[in-house]
């Protein structure tokens, strides 16, 4: 099992190899929109061939967060061109039933801008938010700005955890189990990501509920 998917990992990176940005680009475009391919599986291998001097660090993040910012942008005109009653009606048909679009609906109401910077960060949230944003008719630019520093920051981190799991350690994709093991020593990193991610969540929810409380007299 472990060399079968170290096979396939071999592919892979060898494909974002030979696409380089623009294949960065299209991958995390098509993440963004209602295609299910994992950004986890993107960037890292870009931020690999940057770490050999094949592209550049920040071009990757930056040809990633273009991508991500282009697919959110078709999903989220789509979305708002065709309204609530078709998304409704056929947003199963693109992970998103009626219950779910309505606890997106709710999250975007309530939270806003804010709101979709943070789904950003967020797995599985992250391609669909533009739905709901485009069904209640966000406006455009703050849309965009959420979506782009959203896209960056989570680009930068998985470029970064790309580089420092493989990039200073290209003997790794010739070894399925020492490749296995320096995924398992540095998935702490993940961890950390992950935490910060819900302390900043939960920090958000706090001042927006601060917020709302009138004050007492």
């Known amino acids: 099992m472990q060399e ?7 592919i892979w990176f ?3 190899e030979t696409w380089g940005y623009l294949g960065v680009f299209l991958l995390m475009a098509l993440e963004s929109s209602i295609v299910p391919i ?3 599986i993107v960037m890292p291998p870009a931020a690999y061939w940057a770490a050999q001097g094949r592209m550049s660090f920040w071009g990757v993040v930056l040809a990633g967060t273009a991508g991500s910012w282009f697919g959110s942008i078709v999903s989220y005109a789509v979305s708002r061109a065709v309204g ?4 409704r009606r056929y947003g199963r048909y693109v992970f998103l039933p009626p219950d779910k679009l309505a606890v997106m609906e709710r999250w975007v109401a309530e939270y806003g801008v804010s709101g979709i910077f943070f789904a950003r960060l967020l797995p599985v949230v992250r391609h669909l938010v533009s739905i709901p944003a485009g069904v209640l008719k966000m406006a455009v630019g703050p849309f965009s700005a959420a979506t782009t520093v959203g896209a960056f920051l989570w680009c930068t981190v998985l470029s970064w955890f790309g580089m420092k799991v493989i990039g200073d350690s290209p003997q790794l994709l ?3 189990a020492e490749l296995a093991h320096a995924l ?3 998935m702490h990193l993940v961890v950390v990501a992950v935490v910060l991610f819900a302390a900043a969540y939960a920090a958000m929810v706090w001042l927006k509920k601060r917020a709302s409380t009138p004050a007492s007299r």
């Open 84 to 87: 609530e009653p078709v998304v």
């Open 38 to 40: 994992p950004s986890e």
């Open 14 to 16: 060898h494909f974002v």
């Open 174 to 176: 010739e070894s399925p």
């Open 184 to 186: 398992k020593a540095k």
């Open 4 to 10: 079968h998917f170290h096979a396939l990992l071999k």
